[in-house]
């Protein structure tokens, strides 16, 4: 749950490293709440593309709101991984995403309500970063 770490009795959190993002490295982050500031989302997305031209080489995609803990979504980063990206990629990568998270009713919105905003905020991760690619109209007419 909320402020909830996966660490073993006696863990402790020392440092947290990343790598420095290279060139074709693109990243974006989405969130939903009610308020702007100091809020827990109802649901949030975080999202990492290593590119080469059109393809992806290599994606990282995590969503919070949708289950005890925020989640990276292994079979969803996966399958965009050596991809080029198209409306008919995103909507099938959409699939697994749903597939992959287990979001429950709460006071932040329905389980349903989630899943929505799910597929927004992952949708909204390549609205912002190709946009003279990826048009939201023709993802969601499909």
Not at 34 to 47: F, G, Q, W, Y
């Amino acid at each position: 749950g909320y402020k909830t770490y996966d660490l073993n009795p006696g863990e402790i959190i020392k440092d947290i490293r990343f790598k420095v993002p290279k060139t074709n490295a693109y990243f974006n982050f989405e969130k939903v709440c009610k308020r702007t500031h100091l809020d827990i989302a109802s649901v949030n997305s975080a999202m990492s593309m290593r590119m080469n031209n059109n393809t992806i080489e290599e994606a990282h995609v995590s969503i919070g709101g949708v289950s005890a803990i925020p989640k990276y979504l292994f079979e969803t980063s996966k399958f965009l991984s050596g991809k080029a990206i198209d409306h008919e990629l995103l909507i099938d990568a959409n699939a697994i995403l749903q597939n992959e998270i287990s979001p429950i009713s709460d006071v932040r919105g329905s389980a349903d309500y989630k899943r929505l905003l799910a597929r927004q905020l992952f949708y909204a991760h390549f609205i912002e970063l190709f946009d003279d690619r990826i048009k939201l109209k023709e993802l969601v007419q499909s």
